[in-house]
């Protein structure tokens, strides 16, 4: 792709080609957008070689992509808990962005709200050290298993409730319930908040017009981007088969008490 001075372009992500990828970070409310030649820092340059871990070359992010195409999806999902499987685009999206940010490779990794496990795979076949798929939901965590077995990949299956979940970690990576239905209201900041409470580094899809600032505390800085959810008709009140929505994908991270 060329610019119009006819200079060779680096690609962004596929999603957010011609975009602009907006960093936010809560210092009152401000907002910084980075124009896309200060965006481009590895995210696809390095995916497009192929990915490496410890020197051992690993698979493309189209290749990542395919395999988790193959997944099994859970057949029967609860509108309450907003079980929306992450399309297998999204999801090599998220897991190579942590990758090459150096938060999947030998980390400890949560999955909340893992659903079929399709983020805590990926970043277990990006060459994470452990990962915690967790769901509230039992059948979710069997589809798991058995999507985990299917790749050939070793993954710790955990039965609880995000909030109960205490254990300490290096990243989380997740897709919460966007807070759409009523008696779920701001389920995405719990998932957060909690998120933000056992690792220091969080990956988050949300919908493009939720405002983190709003609640996050001033000791977490935020950097997202746009991307395109394809949302297939999943429920009653769904009334096309397919629609995209537009979300972001967010890099949570806690600095230190030394750092403010």
């Known amino acids: 792709m060329r610019n119009k001075e006819g200079k060779r372009e680096r690609g962004l992500p596929s999603q957010v080609k011609g975009g602009r990828l907006k960093i936010c970070s809560r210092r009152g409310s401000q907002v910084r957008i980075l124009p896309p030649a200060l965006s ?37 999902p609860n509108v ?23 938060d999947i490779a030998e980390k400890t990794v949560f999955d909340f709200g893992c659903g079929n496990g399709i983020l805590g795979i990926a970043a277990k076949m990006l060459g994470a050290k452990r990962v915690v798929c967790v769901d509230i939901d039992e059948n979710a965590l069997e589809i798991a298993r058995r999507n985990a077995q299917k790749l050939g990949v070793g993954v710790e299956l955990v039965h609880s409730d995000v909030r109960d979940f205490n254990e300490k970690g290096d990243t989380v990576v997740m897709n919460p319930p966007f807070g759409a239905q009523i ?12 998120a933000l409470d056992v690792a220091n580094v969080v990956y988050s899809i949300h919908n493009a017009r939720s405002d983190l600032s709003a609640f996050l505390p001033e000791c977490v800085s935020v950097e997202c981007y746009s991307a395109v ?23 949570m991270t806690r600095r230190s008490r030394e750092a403010k």
Not at 57 to 71: G, N, P, V, Y
Not at 183 to 194: L, P
Request: hydrophobic share 40%; net charge positive.
């Open 80 to 102: 309450h808990i907003e079980q929306y499987t992450t399309p297998a685009s999204l999801a090599a999206e998220l897991i190579f962005f942590a990758f090459l940010n150096g």
């Open 183 to 194: 008696a779920n209201r701001h389920a995405d900041r719990v998932f957060v908040e909690r």
């Open 229 to 251: 959810f394809p949302l297939k008709r999943r429920f009653w009140f769904h009334k096309k088969e397919k629609k995209e929505i537009m979300v972001k994908i967010c890099r």
């Open 40 to 76: 481009e820092l590895t995210l696809t340059s390095t995916a497009r070689r192929g990915a490496k871990v410890s020197g051992r070359r690993l698979m493309r992010k189209r290749h990542l992509e395919m395999l988790l195409e193959q997944l099994e999806d859970i057949p029967a």
